[in-house]
């Protein structure tokens, strides 16, 4: 019992301390802990609040870790007999803590990392300490000194993990900080309120504002930069008449503008879900410029992000009165941190590579002649404005349906220009043109329906789009380097 447990308490402080090195928002035992949370019902869980009050979330995380110290133990007592059931055993808690990983709806691939890598270490130390285990509980003779190092080894193991656990909450406090100060910013801002008619209600169709749980991530971060709003400052310099430093007070003070806008990769194939729609809170960007005094020569706006990416966007699309926004909530929330924490850009029309600098630190208003950002150096873009896009979400390619009438359904975007007319094709039959739901701006995706009497058989449903400047989606296909993908998306399916 007591090598099973050492090996899940080891296990338990490797994986805190992966997670922690990757700037994990939630650590294994805090996944397990709010699935718990989760899956509980309101009752029950109603009744623990009011039996233990505020220290419910101690208690639950106290409990995971006693839960898998528990069934360590065990999975050691086990390994005694049946060394195979006892591993798989063991190997069952990394496996429920993925699993319920998984189930959050901002999981990334990077999240099993820890479970594993924790799994693997007290897999390891279960079969460095289980036979130690056997022989010193064998009861021959020599009991006395091989226990005594037995001990000594479990007491060795456990130090390690202490010492581990310990380094891991200061690994994780930059983390914890910063959740800290968005928490605090987080007070005066409430939930933006929909405009009415945007959501067609037709299932299956992506809902028009994006939770930022949902959200699309695109960086090059492998764990998001940490930057606190308190010594956050923003420099402003190149071909300006004033260079500025600005801080977060200064853009709080300089008032808020707020608008809903479609942000989208550039890398999204037709299609694809590299886009979501979300309530943007910050300072125009046109204002700050205009403060600084650009210079008639200028054309671009080079951005740096705290980790050192850059991205350069056109002067003009800073300064035609659109929407571009020095960005510091999200929906409602001060940006999450992987989206952008504590300022990020966010610029109606253009792809995120050239305009939507997230942990941004360094303006340098300049030239297009004279850089080349991250992404233009690796062969992408130097401008890259949005292509007209349309998606079918509902049905799903391979659906079985019933013959009848089926509610078809998707998204239609082309940011800055706005969608005049989304069309569905059934085979090769004529187009027909669909209903489409109501939006605030031109700057945000808009939802398309349209109803399909559907014969049984083999079908394949096309859409494409017009924008309001008459342009129709080509129907030849295109990579989506350098500029982002062209091209009419299908579904095919079975009607029955
Ligand atoms: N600092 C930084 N900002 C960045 C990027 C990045 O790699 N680093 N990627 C850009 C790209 S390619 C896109 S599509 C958007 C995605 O923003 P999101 O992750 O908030 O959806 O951020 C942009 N801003
Ligand atoms: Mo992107």
Same mark, same amino acid.
């Given at each position: ?7 899940? !308490? ?44 505020? !220290? ?20 050691? /007592? ?123 209600? /037709? ?86 410029? !205009? ?206």
């Amino acid at each position: 019992m007591l090598a099973g447990a050492t090996a899940g !308490a080891t296990g338990l402080a490797v994986a805190e301390l992966v997670s922690a090195l990757l700037r994990g928002r939630v650590s294994p035992v805090l996944a397990v802990g709010e699935w718990v949370i989760k899956v509980t019902p309101g009752a029950v869980a109603e009744r623990a609040i009011s039996t233990v009050g505020q !220290a419910d979330k101690p208690l639950l995380v106290a409990g995971v870790v006693a839960a898998v110290l528990a069934l360590s133990a065990l999975a050691g /007592v086990v390994m005694l007999r049946r060394r195979g059931v006892g591993t798989t055993l063991l190997m069952l808690l990394p496996l429920v803590a993925v699993l319920t990983g998984l189930t959050r709806p901002d999981a990334r691939p990077v999240d099993v990392l820890p479970s594993l890598i924790g799994g693997v270490t007290g897999l390891a130390v279960a079969l460095w300490l289980v036979p130690r285990a056997r022989m010193a509980t064998s009861g021959s003779a020599e009991d006395g000194p091989t226990r005594r190092r037995f001990l000594t080894d479990v007491g060795l193991a456990v130090l390690a993990s202490g010492v581990l656990g310990a380094v891991s909450r200061w690994a994780g406090r930059g983390r914890r900080a910063v959740e800290e100060a968005r928490r605090a910013l987080g007070q005066g801002l409430r939930p933006p309120e929909q405009p009415s008619g945007v959501d067609l209600g /037709v299932s299956g169709i992506a809902p028009w504002e994006t939770p930022n749980a949902g959200f699309y991530r695109i960086d090059t971060a492998l764990a998001p930069p940490l930057l606190e709003p308190v010594g956050w400052e923003l420099r402003i310099h190149g071909m300006v008449e004033r260079e500025l430093r600005v801080t977060y007070a200064d853009l709080v003070d300089r008032g808020m503008q707020s608008a809903w806008i479609t942000l989208c990769c550039v890398s999204n194939e037709v299609g694809g879900e590299l886009i979501g729609n979300a309530y943007w809170h910050g300072v125009r960007i046109d204002d700050l410029l !205009a403060e600084a005094g650009v210079s008639p020569d200028a054309d671009a706006l080079l951005s740096t992000s705290q980790d050192g990416w850059t991205c350069g966007t056109p002067l003009v699309a800073l300064s035609d009165g659109r929407d571009a926004l020095l960005a510091i909530a999200m929906n409602g929330e001060p940006l999450p941190v992987e989206h952008g924490f504590p300022v990020r850009m966010v610029v109606p029309g253009l792809y995120g590579f050239v305009s939507a600098t997230k942990w941004l630190v360094d303006w340098e208003v300049t030239r297009f002649d004279r850089f080349d950002a991250y992404w233009t150096e690796r062969g992408w873009a130097e401008q890259a404005p949005i292509k007209t896009q349309s998606r079918i979400d509902t049905p799903r390619p391979n659906d079985s349906v019933v013959a009848g009438r089926i509610a078809v359904g998707g998204v239609a975007w082309a940011q800055h220009r706005g969608i005049a007319r989304v069309e569905l094709r059934v085979d090769d039959g004529d187009w027909q043109q669909a209903t489409l739901a109501r939006v605030p701006s031109i700057d945000t995706w808009v939802q398309w329906a349209w109803q399909w009497d559907a014969a049984p058989g083999r079908h394949t449903l096309t859409v494409r789009a017009t924008d309001r400047a008459g342009a129709t989606q080509p129907e030849q296909r295109t990579d989506v380097v350098p500029d982002g993908a062209s091209g009419w998306h299908s579904v095919s399916l079975d009607v029955g």
